[in-house]
């Protein structure tokens, strides 16, 4: 009968399990690589020391030499992240416990318009971005005259206190001139100069040492794609930071977005320079 008939079809199998598709890993940058494993060297002096001495052939022995830093942490950057990386390292000068998180500052600046993937093609906003984020001063300056640029950075930076500044980036992580096609961010948190001047007395003063006693200046500088300080003259980061005039003609062409000022790179970038500082303290009468 219908019954045993039916009794006699056999069940429908289940479903056969989706393909299992291999996990293919993603690709990591050169740099990303070579930082995997390994720890940045903490402390002020100790990797800023070795820096200097591996380069002392290239000093003059006629001149003192005055080395002064400040240790920002490094981080290693996941993408156009370069100048959101820089603000958080700085950002250890400002706010030493670090509870500002990198996801927050992209949170935040992707909120505000500033970027659609990390990039920062504005030197005002990223000021804006520094001061809502870590309630500090933002000053921006405009490369004008160098000794009264060079005087600025250097007693902000015997101050403790951090600088932003765009370049141009070679392969090595140095300062070229490629027209703002390599635009890229690094965080100076010390110097080497160079002079004829003697340690004074107790504690320097606010305008220490004398620029006019100064004949060169280095800059010690982390950026995103190393873990190590860098030691830059500070005219070739000059040189870098005026020419930065284009967006890269391969990212304009990825199909990727990115946020461009009005005015384009040359207007958010070119000759701009950031100085980071605590807020002004008020006391009651």
């Not at 920062?120 to 405009?142: T, V």
């Amino acid at each position: 009968n219908a019954l045993e008939a039916d009794a006699l079809i056999p069940p429908i199998p289940p479903p056969l399990p989706p393909p299992i598709c291999p996990t293919i890993p993603v690709k990591k940058k050169l740099y990303q690589a070579l930082a995997e494993g390994r720890t940045a060297v903490a402390g002020d002096y100790e990797e800023a020391c070795s820096l200097f001495k591996s380069r002392e052939h290239s000093f003059r022995k006629d001149l003192e030499w005055l080395l002064f830093n400040k240790y920002v942490p490094s981080l290693i950057q996941d993408g156009p992240q370069c100048g959101l990386v820089a603000l958080w390292m700085a950002g250890h000068r400002l706010n030493p416990e670090g509870s500002v998180t990198l996801e927050t500052i992209v949170h935040t600046a992707v909120k505000r318009g500033y970027t659609a993937q990390g990039e920062m093609f504005s030197a005002s906003n990223m000021a804006l971005l520094a001061e809502e984020l870590y309630h500090c001063q933002a000053h921006l300056m405009s490369w004008g005259a160098e000794k009264e640029i060079s005087e600025k950075i250097v007693h902000h930076l015997v101050a403790g206190l951090p600088v932003l500044i765009p370049y141009d980036e070679d392969f090595n992580h140095e300062p070229c001139q490629r027209n703002g096609h390599r635009a890229h961010w690094a965080a100076a948190s010390g110097h080497l100069v160079e002079g004829l001047f003697y340690l004074p007395k107790g504690i320097p003063g606010p305008n220490w040492p004398p620029m006019e006693a100064v004949q060169e200046v280095y800059l010690l500088a982390k950026q995103g794609k190393s873990l190590k300080y860098q030691l830059w003259e500070l005219g070739a980061l000059r040189d870098s930071n005026q020419q930065l005039k284009q967006l890269d003609p391969k990212r304009s062409q990825d199909g990727q977005p990115y946020v461009l000022p009005e005015g384009g790179v040359q207007a958010g970038l070119c000759g701009q320079v950031l100085l980071l500082r605590q807020p002004m303290t008020t006391t009651k009468q």
